[in-house]
């Protein structure tokens, strides 16, 4: 006799909520949660490299710019897929954003080091 068949349905139920749990886990450790560890430590070489006089002004401009790339991201996406997104137009998006970290990369390796004096 199948093993279902003999099952309750709750125990069913119950199964395939685990198992619905277990794929968003795993969708969940695999890509969002690499990017939430990597933002606590860019806000703080952000805010190391302020005077301390600038340390407010600071954090709410690398607020401001981390929303607005958010918000650009999402529209660029919207715009570049449109309401048919087919596969050519997620090799297009693929490809900017590909070139988009590279020129963050070129963009980053070129900005001075350390602390900005205090006067």
Known sequence: MDEAAERPPYMLMIDEYFT?????????????APVGLAGAPVQTAAMEAARAD?????????????????????????????SAADEAAFRVLFALLVLAAGASAVASSRLPGGRVPSP
Do not use: D, P
């Not at 619905?20 to 969002?32: A, D, E, I, N």
């Open 54 to 82: 600038e340390a407010g002004q600071a954090a709410g401009l690398f607020s401001t710019m981390r929303y607005l790339g958010s918000i650009l991201g999402a529209a660029g996406m919207a715009a570049i897929l449109g």
């Open 20 to 32: 619905v749990y277990q794929r968003r886990r795993r969708r969940l450790v695999s890509g969002k």
